[in-house]
T-cell receptor, first 115, second 112 residues
Framework: EPEVTQTPSHQVTQMGQEVILRCVPI?????FYWYRQILGQKVEFLVS????????KSEIFDDQFSVERPDGSNFTLKIRSTKLEDSAMYFC?????????????FGPGTRLTVL | GDSVTQMEGPVTLSEEAFLTINCTYT??????LFWYVQYPGEGLQLLLK?????DKGSNKGFEATYRKETTSFHLEKGSVQVSDSAVYFC???????????FGKGTKLTVNP
C-alpha cells in the first residue's frame, strides 16, 4: 500500500540553525500538508500546498517557514532560523483531492529537537 | 475559530471491555469529522469518517456517529483488543478549508 515517508525520523539542531524536513508524498497525490505537534499539545495545521504554491497557511507559518516541491517526488519544510519553541513532531500529509470529505494520508513524522 | 475537544487520557482497559472516547467540536457550517489512530512508531492513519449529520462511520469494529444536535462524534468499540492500543485523535475539516483541526489525542492501553 502506498504511504507517505518522512526523513529524518529525528533531527537535533542548535538554535538559530536552518533545518530542512523532507517528505515523499504518495505518488499520484497533488495536495500536500505540514502539521506539527508540540509535546503534550494538539496536532496543529501549518500549511497546505497545491500546484506549486501555498493554498492555505496558519498564523504559525511565519516568514521563518517555507515549503518547496523541488522535484516530482519530494516536499520539504524549511525552518530558516530555529527557535527552542520549534521543537515538535512534524507530520507531512498528502491527499489526491481537496474538500471536506477527502482523506489526508500522514507520514510517521520527524521529531525536531532544538537545543 | 473551529476547535475539537476530546476526552483526556490515558485510558486503560482490559481486553474485551467496551470503549468510548468522547469528542465534541465547534465549527461554523457543517464540518466533516474524522477519527485518526496512531500506533507506536507510525503516522496518523484514518480510522473512520462522517461527512454529514447522522452519518455513522465504522471500521475495524469502531463506530462514531455525527451528532449535530450535540456537536459530538464519540468513538466506540464493543470489545477492544490488545492490538487497539494506540493514540486516537478526533478531527474536523470545515468545507472550503483544507486544514484538519485536531483534538489533543487520547492514549488507549488495552491489557490482556
Amino acid at each position: 500500500e502506498p504511504e507517505v515517508t518522512q526523513t529524518p525520523s529525528h533531527q537535533v539542531t542548535q538554535m538559530g540553525q536552518e533545518v530542512i524536513l523532507r517528505c515523499v508524498p504518495i505518488s499520484n497525490h497533488l495536495y500536500f500538508y505540514w502539521y506539527r505537534q508540540i509535546l503534550g499539545q494538539k496536532v496543529e495545521f501549518l500549511v497546505s500546498f497545491y500546484n506549486n504554491e501555498i493554498s492555505e497557511k496558519s498564523e504559525i507559518f511565519d516568514d521563518q517557514f517555507s515549503v518547496e516541491r523541488p522535484d516530482g517526488s519530494n516536499f520539504t519544510l524549511k525552518i530558516r532560523s530555529t527557535k527552542l519553541e520549534d521543537s515538535a513532531m512534524y507530520f507531512c500529509a498528502s491527499s489526491d483531492r481537496t474538500g471536506g470529505t477527502d482523506t489526508q494520508y500522514f507520514g510517521p513524522g520527524t521529531r525536531l529537537t532544538v537545543l | 475559530g473551529d476547535s475539537v475537544t476530546q476526552m483526556e487520557g490515558p485510558v486503560t482497559l482490559s481486553e474485551e471491555a467496551f470503549l468510548t472516547i468522547n469528542c465534541t467540536y465547534t465549527a461554523t457550517g457543517y464540518p466533516s469529522l474524522f477519527w485518526y489512530v496512531q500506533y507506536p512508531g507510525e503516522g496518523l492513519q484514518l480510522l473512520l469518517k462522517a461527512t454529514k449529520a447522522d452519518d455513522k462511520g465504522s471500521n475495524k469494529g469502531f463506530e462514531a456517529t455525527y451528532r449535530k444536535e450535540t456537536t459530538s462524534f464519540h468513538l466506540e468499540k464493543g470489545s477492544v483488543q490488545v492490538s487497539d492500543s494506540a493514540v486516537y485523535f478526533c478531527s474536523s475539516n470545515r468545507g472550503g478549508s483544507e486544514k484538519l483541526v485536531f483534538g489533543k489525542g487520547t492514549k488507549l492501553t488495552v491489557n490482556p
